[in-house]
């Protein structure tokens, strides 16, 4: 079982950038995906990157704001996140999605077993 470590969370105003890590013992062929739930919401897709190639994918609500990357040889996945909004506020999570679905435009389901404890992110206004 591969661990994912999030890291890079904290409190910014509005206007603010933060850049979240996210740190995999192993290399997963997968569309690496930052998950995040806001208080009193459904765990949601904010964007994915396809690991063997440079894909990526974004929610309607962090494009043009938000960044993936990724460094292969290190494994690790990043999300720069800039203009940030009081609504970003939540927890922010990475997880493999391993059946692809990136690559068809859409953000996919994740095994229970591969999520990370999730980074904290909050905003003030």
């Known amino acids: 079982q591969v661990r994912l470590v999030e890291s890079g969370g904290g409190s910014v105003q509005t206007g603010g950038s933060l850049t979240l890590s996210c740190a995999a013992s192993?290399?997963?062929?997968?569309?690496m995906t930052w998950f995040r739930q806001l208080p009193g919401k459904e765990r949601e897709g904010v964007a994915a990157?396809?690991?063997?190639?440079?894909?990526?994918l974004y929610a309607d609500s962090v494009k043009g704001r938000f960044t993936i990357s990724q460094d292969k040889a290190k494994n690790t996945v990043y999300l720069q996140m800039n203009s940030l909004k009081p609504e970003d506020t939540g927890m922010y999570y990475c997880a493999p999605d391993r059946r692809l679905m990136c690559l068809l435009g859409a953000f996919g389901a994740i095994e229970n077993n591969d999520w990370g404890q999730g980074t904290q992110v909050t905003v003030s206004s």
């Open positions: 990157i396809y690991t063997d190639g440079d894909k990526t």
């Open positions: 192993a290399y997963i062929s997968s569309c």
